[in-house]
């Protein structure tokens, strides 16, 4: 070993298993280039079986199933064993295997550090590691996928970076031999988000499809297998899956255990749940810790992808025969959890429309087309909408896209998309508050983010493009724009739907337009609402209604919410939530007079005549803050 290397090294992965899994291929490349350091896994208990014993020499296991990982750090179990650390052994360098993406979790690798007494800390920087003395630039979730980053940092100490599988401890399987083609389904998703879940009623009707098209051996696998009480909190897989089935449907239950032939959950431990997967023909589930370890195994497998970011945490097989299939629906605001530098949302929303809309029919189609060794395109099977395509000026504000445009620039954008006719394309209408609120909502930030056009909805937005040095043309607002798009509508025959506000609005808004713009077409107006449970019908009645464009009044960021998680589905060439506007035109609400709005001061307007919005409009002053601190 050449003498500069370190000898003893201790690896720092305390999260969960598929985390583990991801970073087994790393170990093993330092264990390849150092034959002789002595390696320490520093790891969660409920993860340490599936390491194998020749990879490491020594495993300090911390516990933290059903916690949150930073203050199961600081528990007082683990406390003691990081104290042994601190009293016995020193290490030559620390290896973080983790993105220092929460200040909390910072400060706790910061700890281990002197903890451990490492002269040499190697980690992802983002600005915030300051503890490191050996990096490589984080650039954020997805922009290399996690096995990768890994494999990158080990390159550090002389390591090969190469691709490589996970090596996994692989128990004995707990199942008899059969002769019948054997599947796997995990419906479950572990603990850390229940929204990567996908519906019991629907993995029922798979698993009874697949065992009677194929014969095939259905086996159930996941955590403890105990059904809740009715008060009892989610805990684990089945505790949530199950009781979400036996709401929407009585019968979901028993269809999916009278499909199953073999009920694993809570039966297996970590390597023998390995082998059992190994054994399978194919595996389906959602993104978890099961995902990660079919794919050690190399088992041919369909994941499902809906909130996570598959770019970031897909299965990692790089040398299997099969490659994992990976199915999403691809609406706009899919994923809203670990996307570049933050965590995101990993609950998802409460519509979990992402998941929903990834039917049982699609998963069936490609398990038939893997087990008959067909290739499978791992992409989602609808168009995915249109993100900023279009020629022009665009710049960032607040890590949010502006687009420099006018309103005849627009009007001509909008007749190719119509024309075109290749998909929904969405529009936001970006002001200062809409800005500050996506600084802390992670979705609509994304949405932002993702739109094909935002346009500049506010004298505030004017103002911050001048103070990156750029005159953008024009204020370009949803409500002037609307007027300006229905007049146009008239003149080519484009269909406007209006969805929102309260009950009679949208109609009375609708009409008004019609007598100002004679031959304007009005595909339908519907009150509606944002509501989960409404979705389906809505979007069946509006691409029923045939019409081309769509304006949305459910408020903002609600309005752009529903129209990015209904992207895939919705038969318009364009979407855009116009907020108040139906009120405008309906004459429920005075819009502000033409002079003051020239001159920018239709925010002034409003609050007078509805004080209560006072609070609101202190997302001006903090707008104004964060552009000076933001500087050019």
Known sequence: ????????????????????????????????????????????????????????????????????????????????????????????????????????????????????????????????????????????????????????????????????????????????????????????SGSDSLARRWSLPRFGALAHQLRGEFNAEIVCVGSAADLPQPTAGPANDRETAIPAAKQGDPNALSLFQESVDHDLTGRTDLPQLAAVLREAALVIGADSGVMHLAAAVQTPQIALFGPSNHEAWAPWAPQAEIAPVILRSGVACSPCSYVGQRIGQREGCPARTCMHLISTAEVIQAARSLLKGERVVAQPARTSPHTAQRDGQRLTILGLPLDGITYDEWLTQIERWVKDRSGLHHVCTLNPEFAVIAQHDDNFRHILQRAALCVPDGVGMLWAARRKGQDLPARVTGADGLSQIAQRAAETGWRIFFLGAAPGVAARAADALQASYPGLQIAGTLSGSPAPAEEDELVQQINASGADLLFVAFGAPIQDQWIARNSTRLDVAMAMGVGGAFDFLAGEVPRAPYGMRRLGLEWLFRLLRQPWRWRRMLRLPRFVLAVLREGN
């Open 1 to 188: 070993m050449d003498a500069q290397a370190p000898k003893r090294l201790l690896l720092v992965q305390y999260a969960d298993i598929g985390d583990l899994i991801l970073t087994l291929p790393a170990v093993s490349a330092l264990r390849e280039s150092l034959p002789d350091a002595h390696l320490t896994l520093l790891t969660s208990a409920h993860a340490a079986p599936l390491v194998p014993q020749s990879l490491v020499d020594e495993i300090i296991t911390l516990e933290k199933k059903g916690q949150n990982a930073t203050r199961a750090f600081f528990r007082r179990s683990n406390w003691r064993r990081l104290w042994r650390i601190y009293r016995t052994t020193r290490f030559d360098a620390i290896l973080y295997f983790h993105h220092f993406s929460l200040r909390a979790g910072t400060l706790k690798f910061a700890l281990l550090a002197r903890l451990a007494g490492a002269g040499r800390r190697y980690g992802l920087q983002n600005g915030k590691a300051h503890f490191l003395t050996d990096s490589l630039p984080d650039d954020g979730f997805g922009a290399r996928h996690q096995a990768q980053y890994w494999l990158d940092l080990v390159g550090l100490l002389g390591a090969s970076s190469q691709a490589r599988p996970a090596p996994v401890h692989i128990g004995s399987s707990p199942l008899p031999r059969s002769d019948r083609l054997r599947i796997v389904i995990h419906p479950g």
